[in-house]
């Protein structure tokens, strides 16, 4: 299918700074002073607002911020059946920083059932008027990546592949079950193929016994049997990230060692590819992109900073990347999320505003 590009040309990945009232409730909530209902209505409001901030910029695409969330995988990932939250031993390492210890683990049969987030968009969809509402979650690829075998229980999934199977179909029952619920935008979230491009990532997967390029073979299909089928009129992006927490990253590395399968066999209808700085890399692996079919999304505006970019500069780089796909099947936006996690990143609200206006300035200057 091909997306009407006029609507899709300043694109947004999902999450936004955590506004103090939101922080705020959360601590209440957690404290025993308010309850759940009281929490929702405060989040509903924040929503309201983050939409109608989206709006004023000029998008035509809006998100509800991810401010019901604390992190932007955890939560969706235990609202499935056959999955467990826990404690671990240590966070995940970023360059410099740590997050809290959270992590997750297979304990029984993966089943989408009746997912809390599907009222989440249900409420997105009721306030965002003409506006594109786009429900973000984690990709199915991440529920695997980071535990591996070892976070799935073998009584439960003594075959992966039976495991792989059950993730995608998962995956394609919630597809349906977001469409029938008004969605016709759905973002996947993918750190993984970013990991399969760094040497010191692919590293650390075979120090554990598993082959990358293996994985990014089980990967594309597990992707490509979680969306075949599905309707026409229903778009799904793949936002391919180094990792975002507190304005640090995890891996490093050019698109390359994965182009070929990623954008050449995996049916997404838009890759949202971070180029922001030397470490993505250049734009070659773009002539991997289907000729007409699918869109990339340029994410070169950073969202760690709050320094503006220059817009001629930024510019330039859509033209050094039309060399190796069309311009016409290029949009832009920030590089990923303000906020992957509650934390959020540094910089202010004020700055993220200027970036989003900034994106929607450049795309209506270049297209």
Same mark, same amino acid.
């Given at each position: 299918m091909?997306r009407d590009s006029?609507q899709y040309?300043?694109?947004v990945v999902?999450s936004f700074l955590r506004?103090a009232? =939101? @922080?705020?409730?959360r601590?209440?909530?957690q404290a025993g002073?308010?309850?759940a209902a009281?929490?929702?209505? =405060?989040?509903d409001?924040?929503i309201?607002d983050v939409v109608?901030? $989206?709006r004023s910029?000029? &998008?035509?695409v809006?998100?509800?911020g991810?401010f019901r969330?604390?992190w932007w995988h955890f939560?969706f990932?235990?609202?499935l059946?056959g999955?467990e939250?826990?404690e671990?031993?240590?966070?995940i $390492?970023f360059?410099?920083v740590?997050t809290k210890?959270?992590?997750?683990r =297979?304990?029984?049969?993966?089943g989408?059932?009746?997912?809390p987030?599907?009222?989440d968009?249900r409420?997105l969809?009721s =306030?965002?008027?003409d506006?594109?509402?786009?429900?973000?979650i984690?990709?199915p690829?991440?529920?695997?990546f980071?535990?591996?075998?070892?976070?799935?229980?073998?009584t439960?999934?003594?075959?992966?592949?039976? #495991?792989?199977?059950?993730?995608?179909?998962?995956y394609?029952k919630?597809i349906?079950?977001?469409?029938?619920a008004?969605?016709?935008?759905l973002? &996947?979230?993918?750190?993984?193929?970013?990991y399969?491009c760094?040497?010191d990532q @692919?590293r650390?997967i075979?120090e554990?016994?598993?082959?990358?390029?293996?994985?990014a073979?089980t990967?594309a299909q597990?992707l /490509? @049997?979680?969306?075949?089928g @599905?309707?026409d009129?229903l778009?799904?992006g793949?936002?391919?990230?180094?990792? /975002?927490?507190?304005?640090t990253?995890?891996?490093e590395?050019g698109?390359?060692?994965v182009?070929e399968i990623?954008?050449g066999t995996? /049916?997404?209808?838009?890759f949202?590819?971070? #180029?922001?700085?030397e470490?993505s890399g250049?734009f070659?692996?773009?002539r991997?992109?289907?000729?007409g079919?699918? $869109? !990339?999304?340029?994410?070169?505006?950073?969202?760690k900073?709050g320094?503006?970019?220059?817009?001629?500069? !930024?510019?330039?780089?859509?033209?050094e990347?039309?060399k190796? !796909?069309?311009?016409? $099947?290029i949009?832009?936006?920030?590089q990923?999320?303000?906020?992957?996690?509650?934390e959020g990143? /540094?910089?202010?609200?004020?700055q993220?505003w200027?970036?989003?206006?900034?994106? !929607?300035?450049?795309?209506n200057?270049?297209?």
């Amino acid at each position: 299918m091909q997306r009407d590009s006029a609507q899709y040309r300043a694109e947004v990945v999902g999450s936004f700074l955590r506004p103090a009232v =939101i @922080k705020q409730a959360r601590e209440q909530f957690q404290a025993g002073e308010i309850d759940a209902a009281a929490l929702r209505r =405060i989040e509903d409001e924040a929503i309201r607002d983050v939409v109608a901030h $989206q709006r004023s910029c000029g &998008l035509k695409v809006v998100t509800d911020g991810e401010f019901r969330r604390a992190w932007w995988h955890f939560d969706f990932f235990e609202g499935l059946e056959g999955v467990e939250r826990y404690e671990a031993d240590q966070g995940i $390492q970023f360059n410099g920083v740590q997050t809290k210890a959270h992590a997750v683990r =297979i304990i029984g049969k993966l089943g989408f059932g009746n997912h809390p987030m599907l009222e989440d968009f249900r409420y997105l969809q009721s =306030i965002s008027g003409d506006a594109i509402a786009k429900m973000t979650i984690p990709s199915p690829s991440v529920l695997h990546f980071r535990g591996g075998r070892k976070a799935i229980d073998a009584t439960v999934y003594p075959d992966m592949n039976t #495991y792989f199977d059950d993730l995608a179909l998962t995956y394609r029952k919630a597809i349906k079950a977001f469409y029938d619920a008004g969605c016709r935008y759905l973002q &996947l979230d993918d750190t993984v193929w970013a990991y399969l491009c760094s040497e010191d990532q @692919k590293r650390q997967i075979r120090e554990r016994g598993e082959d990358p390029e293996e994985l990014a073979r089980t990967y594309a299909q597990v992707l /490509n @049997k979680a969306i075949e089928g @599905k309707p026409d009129d229903l778009t799904i992006g793949l936002h391919v990230c180094r990792g /975002n927490f507190r304005s640090t990253w995890i891996s490093e590395g050019g698109y390359e060692p994965v182009a070929e399968i990623l954008f050449g066999t995996v /049916n997404i209808d838009a890759f949202f590819l971070e #180029y922001d700085n030397e470490r993505s890399g250049g734009f070659e692996p773009l002539r991997f992109i289907k000729p007409g079919k699918q $869109q !990339v999304v340029l994410g070169l505006i950073t969202t760690k900073t709050g320094e503006l970019e220059n817009p001629e500069t !930024v510019k330039k780089r859509i033209a050094e990347a039309a060399k190796f !796909v069309s311009l016409d $099947q290029i949009c832009l936006s920030p590089q990923c999320g303000f906020a992957s996690t509650e934390e959020g990143n /540094n910089l202010t609200e004020a700055q993220q505003w200027a970036k989003l206006r900034l994106v !929607v300035d450049i795309a209506n200057d270049v297209w």
